[in-house]
């Protein structure tokens, strides 16, 4: 079993529709990055989280550290927001990320 | 622009050469480190550094080597290179634990 798991590995939506992604982590951690991978190949970082919540225009991600599991939500999804979105852990006392395997996001018109 | 620099962007290599695929950061960035990314693994670490002079493994060590004289450069070395390394390898960076991570443009490397 991966140590840090996504769920869907893919997604399409319409365009307009809210978009949530789940991710789960069996490691203490300090914290929980999430990135973003263009269709080109580049790769963004999104959010760090350690508590609570962030948001950043259309884009919120959540943690809940005691049951291990964050989300990521996209409000008003958008063609452009199509993309691999990968979550990633880093435990405790190390600077080892582990990544989960990435959920594929496709956004039609 | 300030930001990760990877070069080259594409290589071809033969079994057994070796290379030195680059890695530079103007941000004054302390921690440092390289990813290779295979179709249906994800991410996984290679080599990391927490600043100049100090570096450690990742998950999947074996076949390369980095080092740290700089707090700007840090290299990743393919040793004698074997198909299994056949990969997009990605350098990221980042001020400290607080902060998120700057990723470059990445490595395509086809080991034949």
């Known amino acids: 079993k991966n140590e840090v798991e996504q769920s869907p590995q893919n997604l399409t939506a319409q365009e307009g529709e809210f978009i949530t992604i789940n991710c789960s982590y069996s490691?203490?951690?300090?914290?929980l990055h999430w990135l973003q991978q263009h269709p080109g190949g580049g790769i963004v970082s999104l959010f760090m989280l350690s508590s609570g919540k962030k948001k950043h225009g259309r884009l919120i991600a959540t943690i809940n550290i005691q049951e291990k599991h964050s989300s990521l939500h996209i409000t008003a999804s958008h063609p452009r927001d199509s993309a691999v979105y990968i979550c990633?852990?880093?435990?405790?006392?190390?600077?080892?990320?582990?990544f989960g395997t990435g959920t594929r996001l496709q956004v039609f018109p | 622009n300030a930001g990760v620099t990877q070069t080259p962007k594409f290589q071809v290599l033969k079994t057994g050469q070796s290379m030195t695929l680059q890695c530079a950061q103007d941000m004054n960035h302390e921690y440092m480190s390289w990813y290779r990314q295979d179709p249906g693994m994800g991410l996984r670490l290679i080599h990391y550094s927490v600043g100049a002079g100090i570096t450690d493994q990742g998950e999947v060590p074996n076949g390369y080597n980095v080092s740290r004289s700089t707090t700007e450069d840090f290299p990743l070395r393919l040793l004698s290179a074997a198909p299994s390394q056949t990969s997009v390898y990605f350098c990221?960076?980042?001020?400290?634990?607080?902060?998120?991570?700057?990723f470059g443009s990445g490595t395509r490397l086809t080991v034949v």
């Open positions: 990633a852990a880093l435990p405790h006392n190390t600077d080892k990320l582990i």
């Open positions: 490691v203490g951690i300090s914290a």
């Open positions: 990221a960076s980042r001020e400290t634990a607080n902060y998120g991570y700057t």
